[in-house]
């Protein structure tokens, strides 16, 4: 049986016959094993197969070849023998040029292995899509540019600059935690993305390490992280008697020094999930304690007053205790002092001091509330 192709613009593959290649030589039976393992289409192989003899009748014989032209491939499907043909005035010319059969058995060749190729990444590639949103044990192959190159096991992955961790230096070899993050479309073709900034590696991390977060009995409700330095998260028990704060912390703070080991030292405090936004506001300040919250809904503002004791705690280096607060509770958090003093959150504040009374401390994970 003979397959033909027209590769006229619009014409391409119209006049391939959609009927099963019996297998009764080695050609037949290599291509309907490649089709059947990769899950493709015989077909499609063989369509492409003859518009790669094409063009590589069009590269080697340009004198031959026209470009408003139209040619048909005859490939036979047992043996892949082919022959090319012009079509002139509706007349069919043999134009095969002698010794091209060694060179479209080469094509055929080169074809059926890209497409091995193509469909063997296209399968992992769609395999890792399916397990976005998880975390993904890796290590870091090279460097392409501002872009780390990883390798998660069945394929590689790109880390882009976005992704990456300001304070971490990553290096050959170095083995890592990696969120799945997304598929990327680029000009290698689809590519996976991981990520070590994304605030979601904290949330699969503590899934991984709480069984009751894992089995939904503790729900981690909302995570501010600056990446590398320190992350606030609040949790939420589904479950009477279960404490949401003491599951994550674990017995003698093992189950949260297991996560702050994957993120290289960066600090977690632990707060209560409230639905009154005011004890949700003072919680999301800790370690700071003693404070007054008052809330302003219409403007999402929360005016907070703190002991002099505990500004510093409240606002934090640089406001950052303060800023993910802001974040947490998704409230513009206004920090006076008992004096009337007021300090914005972006105002810089000295190092976090231990709280004087840690018994008023929402949350513990140590003594200072920061892990």
């Known amino acids: ?189 689809r590519e996976v993305i991981v990520s070590r900034a994304n605030p979601n590696l904290i949330r699969e991390l503590f899934k991984r390490e709480v069984p ?29 008697g279960v404490d949401p704060v003491g599951s994550c912390v674990g017995q003698k703070g093992v189950r949260v020094q297991a996560v702050i080991g994957e993120l290289n030292g960066e600090k977690i405090d632990i707060v209560q999930y409230s639905d009154d936004p005011e004890k949700f506001v003072s919680m999301a300040l800790a370690p700071a304690a003693g404070l007054v919250v008052k809330i302003n809904v219409q403007k999402q503002i929360a005016e907070v007053t703190a002991p002099a004791d505990q500004l510093s705690l409240a606002i934090g280096r640089e406001g950052q205790n303060a800023k993910l607060a802001g974040k947490l509770t998704g409230f513009h958090i206004d920090i006076k002092s008992e004096k009337g003093t007021s300090e914005h959150k972006e105002a810089a504040a000295p190092t976090d001091q231990p709280n004087t009374d840690p018994s008023q401390n929402p949350v513990s994970a140590t003594q200072d509330n920061t892990v």
């Not at 490939?75 to 012009?86: K, L, N, P, V, Y």
């Not at 089995?215 to 479950?239: C, L, M, N």
């Open 1 to 189: 049986m003979l397959w033909k192709i027209d590769l006229k613009p619009g014409k391409i593959g119209q006049h391939m016959a959609k009927v099963a290649i019996s297998s009764r030589t080695e050609f037949a039976s290599a291509l309907n094993q490649v089709a059947h393992e990769r899950n493709l289409d015989p077909q499609v192989v063989l369509d492409t197969i003859k518009q790669a003899i094409i063009a590589a009748f069009r590269k080697d014989h340009p004198d031959k070849y026209h470009e408003d032209g139209v040619y048909e491939v005859d490939m036979d499907s047992q043996t892949g023998e082919a022959a090319i043909f012009e079509l002139i005035d509706g007349q069919k010319t043999n134009i095969t040029p002698p010794g091209f059969g060694r060179i479209a058995a080469q094509t055929a060749k080169q074809v059926i292995m890209q497409k091995i190729r193509e469909a063997e990444k296209g399968a992992i590639v769609a395999e890792y899509e399916r397990r976005l949103g998880t975390l993904a044990n890796g290590m870091v192959l090279r460097f392409a540019g501002s872009d780390v190159i990883v390798d998660i096991g069945k394929t590689e992955a790109v880390m882009p600059p976005q992704e990456q961790v300001y304070s971490e230096s990553y290096r050959v070899n170095q083995r890592l935690v990696f969120y799945l993050d997304s598929i990327r479309d680029s000009l290698r073709g």
């Open 212 to 240: 009751e977060v894992a089995a939904g009995s503790v729900e981690i409700k909302v995570i501010a992280r600056d990446p590398g330095s320190r992350t606030k998260i609040a949790v939420y028990s589904h479950q009477s």
